[in-house]
């Protein structure tokens, strides 16, 4: 299955959003290109094989899965992302130079960040915040924390929220919504048992599942009505898997609360304020 996403996104982050379903050729084809992008661009098909051990026939099928017409076309595209991308920023050494060369990354990666999103997938999802009649978060791990953050902030804005931290209640609330409901699954790795329990047990209800992962083909994709895919903003899926972000998720999460406060409108804008005025009165001298 090719490319589903934004048609204007980069290879490199439709290859970070792909990479972990991809065929084990096809995988060190795409791997090879995020870790040298400028190499890639430099390289016949045939090279790029010959380099990473598998036949050419393996680098036409990464360039087809990736959406692109062939190998050439993608590196037509990688040839733009390299010439549109930030250049490093200089680092110190020592501590300070890894936490310096960390942000710098990650300020990088920002534009690519809701390059995968499209207008229509970003609309029923806001929509489905807004008019669902009741709304459970379900989070578990490393996205636990983007849970609690979801609900407080959504709260704030004027949209009950139920958020519990414990993977079994997030079960058993979500077999208990009905048909309109939502269910909203963070998941970086759209793989956690929890998570895919609670949107087996949504969907069974007639309930409507949102679900915002990092990988197009994760496994919670096919249990979602709607799904958000944000790349993970490392090199490589290795990379993902040891030095796991959600910088990125927290980001977008925010983002979604606003676009939900301007469908809101007035009635989110009010519930703000309120939300405003406890925090001022909560505040010491």
């Given at each position: 299955m090719a490319w589903t996403g934004a048609p204007d996104a980069p290879p490199t982050v439709r290859i970070a959003a792909l990479v972990p379903s991809l065929a084990k050729g096809e995988r060190k084809v795409a791997e090879a290109i995020a870790a040298d992008v400028e190499r890639a661009v430099d390289m016949t098909a045939q090279e790029l094989a010959d380099a990473v051990g598998v036949g050419r026939a393996s680098v036409v099928r990464t360039a087809q899965t990736l959406g692109f017409e062939g190998?050439?076309?993608?590196?037509?595209?990688?040839?733009?992302?390299?010439?549109?991308a930030a250049p490093a920023a200089p680092v110190a050494a020592g501590s300070l130079g890894v936490v310096q060369a960390a942000v710098d990354r990650f300020a990088r990666s920002l534009p690519h960040t809701a390059a995968a999103l499209t207008s229509d997938v970003v609309e029923a999802f806001v929509t489905a915040l807004d008019e669902a009649p009741r709304l459970v978060i379900a989070a578990s791990g490393l996205s636990a924390p983007l849970g609690h953050d979801a609900a407080m902030r959504l709260t704030s804005a004027g949209r009950p929220v139920e958020f519990q931290p414990d993977p079994l209640s997030q079960h058993i609330a979500a077999r208990q919504l009905r048909p309109g409901d939502v269910l909203f699954v963070i998941s970086g790795s759209g793989a956690t048992v929890g998570s895919l329990h609670a949107a087996d047990a949504a969907r069974e209800a007639g309930a409507t599942v949102l679900a915002l992962t990092a990988f197009a083909r994760a496994p919670l994709v096919s249990r979602a009505t709607t799904t958000l895919v944000v790349p993970p903003v490392t090199d490589s899926f290795q990379d993902e898997l040891t030095q796991t972000s959600r910088a990125a998720f927290a980001l977008v999460i925010e983002a979604l609360v606003e676009a939900f406060v301007v469908r809101r409108g007035p009635r989110?804008?009010?519930?703000?304020?309120?939300?405003?005025?406890?925090?001022?009165?909560?505040?010491?001298e």
């Amino acid at each position: 299955m090719a490319w589903t996403g934004a048609p204007d996104a980069p290879p490199t982050v439709r290859i970070a959003a792909l990479v972990p379903s991809l065929a084990k050729g096809e995988r060190k084809v795409a791997e090879a290109i995020a870790a040298d992008v400028e190499r890639a661009v430099d390289m016949t098909a045939q090279e790029l094989a010959d380099a990473v051990g598998v036949g050419r026939a393996s680098v036409v099928r990464t360039a087809q899965t990736l959406g692109f017409e062939g190998y050439p076309q993608l590196r037509v595209a990688l040839a733009r992302e390299r010439a549109l991308a930030a250049p490093a920023a200089p680092v110190a050494a020592g501590s300070l130079g890894v936490v310096q060369a960390a942000v710098d990354r990650f300020a990088r990666s920002l534009p690519h960040t809701a390059a995968a999103l499209t207008s229509d997938v970003v609309e029923a999802f806001v929509t489905a915040l807004d008019e669902a009649p009741r709304l459970v978060i379900a989070a578990s791990g490393l996205s636990a924390p983007l849970g609690h953050d979801a609900a407080m902030r959504l709260t704030s804005a004027g949209r009950p929220v139920e958020f519990q931290p414990d993977p079994l209640s997030q079960h058993i609330a979500a077999r208990q919504l009905r048909p309109g409901d939502v269910l909203f699954v963070i998941s970086g790795s759209g793989a956690t048992v929890g998570s895919l329990h609670a949107a087996d047990a949504a969907r069974e209800a007639g309930a409507t599942v949102l679900a915002l992962t990092a990988f197009a083909r994760a496994p919670l994709v096919s249990r979602a009505t709607t799904t958000l895919v944000v790349p993970p903003v490392t090199d490589s899926f290795q990379d993902e898997l040891t030095q796991t972000s959600r910088a990125a998720f927290a980001l977008v999460i925010e983002a979604l609360v606003e676009a939900f406060v301007v469908r809101r409108g007035p009635r989110a804008r009010e519930a703000r304020a309120a939300a405003l005025a406890v925090v001022s009165e909560s505040l010491g001298e």
